[in-house]
Nanobody, 116 residues
Framework: QLQLVESGGGLVQPGGSLRLSCATSGFSLGYYGVGWFRQAPGKEREAVSCISSSGGSTNYADSVKGRFTMSRDVAKNTVYLQMNSLKPEDTAAYYC?????????WGQGTQVTVSS
């Protein structure tokens, strides 16, 4: 069974840090591009970061570059997003995505709220 489960979200103050995890099952991660997306209320879902299937390249949205770090642990079938220096505008539901041959798989999302 193919499944993605995000965790690690929560309420943090501006400047704080969180690490999101995406535990996968039923996938061979080495054959999927992986990414994190987020969606704030009333806004479209946007890409935050992604890693190619080979793991050879990692891309970040300009808004998070230098603050967020994405990683993939193939052995643990888990994708991570380390988020530092969080800002209120980072508040959103964060989703893990796997892509192969233009077919996307999504988790249920985990809420990140940055507020003082």
């Amino acid at each position: 069974q193919l499944q993605l489960v995000e965790s690690g979200g929560g309420l943090v103050q501006p400047g704080g840090s969180l690490r999101l995890s995406c535990a996968t099952s039923g996938f061979s991660l080495g054959y999927y591009g992986v990414g994190w997306f987020r969606q704030a209320p009333g806004k479209e879902r946007e890409a935050v970061s992604c890693i190619s299937s080979s793991g050879g390249s990692t891309n970040y949205a300009d808004s998070v570059k230098g603050r967020f770090t994405m990683s993939r642990d193939v052995a643990k079938n888990t994708v991570y997003l380390q988020m530092n220096s969080l800002k209120p505008e980072d508040t959103a539901a964060y989703y893990c995505n796997l892509r192969q041959a233009l077919h996307d798989y999504w988790g249920q999302g985990t809420q990140v709220t940055v507020s003082s």
